[in-house]
């Protein structure tokens, strides 16, 4: 007589009694598929969108003119080059409190290089990034090497840096700086060839931007391809590729029918492609995501825990040096008050972004579009006359959203 075998505990659902979005073969089941595991990047995306036509219909089209898109721009450069920094800190397991401080100390130590020593700028700007590299190294080392929670390290080093900048401020403004150096800030690509409507180095450049994406996308779907991995139906990804081309094309004209796009997105455009391609297929990159995901594990996996923890904050104390010197160059002086708060937007960046607090996930993309959330909102809020007050209300409810959002999630897969 035969009997009935029934499954051991912990196997797996036979593919029949899998979920109907499952499927591989349905167009709809891929896309939902998709969604459900880049669901934190894809609805920032989108949440970003809906801010924007929010906004937009709202101000009566102000927000989308091309002076006020340059301006947000600038006005929020330094703070998406901290949400970077601060999101590989956070992906491999840690806070860095500090950031905002040691913005402020490098951007006064380069105001007094420049201003009351008379060091050419280009000198200075090397020196002050040096600052933020040791300053990095010096908090990654207690960190990493002594193991003192970051929490506690960079607390202490907030408290140092702000002190510091007091020193060398001695409490007063230094100021003004050359023009070469305030252009970091608020200059633009040069305009050249021949006189029209737009700024004609800025349409090559969205052209080139275009192009990269496009092959990127077509280089990826290859790939995917070659490993047996699910692809997205033809009709879906010619969508796909027709909402980044849009995208691409209507910002390239807006800021090419104003003066061009300024020297900090081309600053942020190439920290985006480099810490992206470090994060995504470096060793280093991959290592970071294993000790965030795991430490122990990492280790006895033969990872250097360590040395990734300490070149996480090494890079943080540069582009906090980065983030300091073109705030300073935004405000053509070296003030005690700057970097207030720095590092709550940094942080509130990485997290919208989708960083997890326990470690081991984000993008540097998602850091961006997270900061770009904020920035939005602030500008978006500012140019409809909501108060300070309750902007701060707004901005934290956004915040609890999205990391309760993240909560939810690891509940729902570990379920």
């Known amino acids: 007589m035969a009997q009935t075998q029934t499954p051991q505990a912990g196997a797996s659902t036979p593919p029949e009694q899998k979920p109907a979005y499952r499927a591989r073969g349905g167009v709809g089941g891929r896309l939902v598929e998709a969604m459900r595991t880049n669901v934190r990047q894809y609805g920032m995306i989108v949440a970003l969108a809906l801010i924007i036509v929010l906004f937009?219909?709202?101000?009566?089209?102000?927000?989308?003119?091309?002076?006020?898109?340059?301006?947000?721009?600038?006005?929020?450069?330094?703070?998406?080059?901290?949400?970077?920094?601060?999101?590989?800190?956070?992906?491999?397991?840690?806070?860095?409190?500090?950031?905002?401080?040691?913005?402020?100390?490098?951007?006064?130590?380069?105001?007094?290089?420049?201003?009351?020593?008379?060091?050419?700028?280009?000198?200075?700007?090397?020196?002050?990034?040096?600052?933020?590299?040791?300053?990095?190294?010096?908090?990654?080392?207690?960190?990493?090497?002594?193991?003192?929670?970051?929490?506690?390290?960079?607390?202490?080093?907030?408290?140092?840096?702000?002190?510091?900048?007091?020193?060398?401020?001695?409490?007063?403004?230094?100021?003004?700086?050359?023009?070469?150096?305030?252009?970091?800030?608020?200059?633009?690509?040069?305009?050249?060839?021949?006189?029209?409507?737009?700024?004609?180095?800025?349409?090559?450049?969205?052209?080139?931007?275009?192009?990269?994406?496009?092959?990127?996308?077509?280089?990826?779907?290859?790939?995917?391809?070659?490993?047996?991995?699910?692809?997205?139906?033809?009709?879906?990804?010619?969508?796909?590729?027709?909402?980044?081309?849009?995208?691409?094309?209507?910002?390239?004209?807006l800021l090419a029918s104003y003066h061009g796009f300024p020297i900090v997105l081309l600053i942020l455009g190439a920290l985006l492609v480099v810490f992206g391609y470090v994060m995504r297929n470096s060793i280093l990159g991959r290592h970071t995501y294993a000790v965030g995901g795991n430490e122990g594990a990492a280790r006895l996996s033969g990872v250097r825990s360590k040395r990734v923890v300490f070149l996480a904050f090494v890079n943080m104390g540069v582009l906090a040096a980065l983030a300091g010197l073109i705030f300073a160059a935004r405000l053509n002086a070296g003030t005690p008050q700057a970097g207030i708060n720095f590092e709550l937007e940094a942080i509130a960046a990485a997290f919208i972004g989708g960083a997890s607090a326990s470690g081991g996930v984000g993008t540097v993309l998602g850091a961006i579009i997270g900061g770009l959330v904020l920035g939005v909102l602030n500008n978006g809020m500012s140019l409809v006359g909501i108060g300070t007050d309750f902007q701060q209300v707004i901005k934290g409810l956004v915040l609890l959203a999205a990391v309760g959002f993240d909560v939810y999630n690891k509940r729902k897969v570990g379920s």
Do not use: C
Not at 88 to 106: C, E, K, M, P, Y
């Open 56 to 253: 937009q219909v709202w101000t009566d089209g102000t927000l989308l003119k091309p002076l006020n898109v340059t301006n947000l721009i600038q006005q929020n450069g330094y703070i998406l080059i901290l949400a970077i920094g601060m999101m590989i800190v956070i992906i491999s397991g840690h806070i860095d409190l500090s950031v905002g401080s040691l913005a402020a100390f490098v951007g006064a130590a380069g105001a007094v290089m420049m201003v009351q020593h008379g060091i050419s700028w280009p000198i200075a700007l090397a020196v002050a990034l040096l600052i933020g590299a040791a300053a990095g190294a010096w908090q990654g080392f207690w960190i990493a090497y002594v193991g003192i929670p970051s929490f506690i390290v960079t607390l202490a080093g907030m408290l140092l840096f702000r002190g510091g900048t007091q020193i060398l401020l001695q409490g007063q403004s230094v100021a003004p700086f050359p023009s070469g150096f305030r252009q970091i800030s608020s200059g633009f690509l040069p305009a050249v060839g021949p006189h029209t409507n737009y700024h004609n180095l800025t349409l090559l450049l969205g052209a080139a931007v275009l192009a990269v994406a496009v092959f990127q996308e077509f280089r990826g779907r290859r790939q995917a391809a070659r490993f047996g991995l699910d692809l997205l139906p033809v009709g879906l990804f010619v969508a796909k590729l027709a909402v980044i081309a849009g995208a691409v094309a209507a910002f390239t004209l």
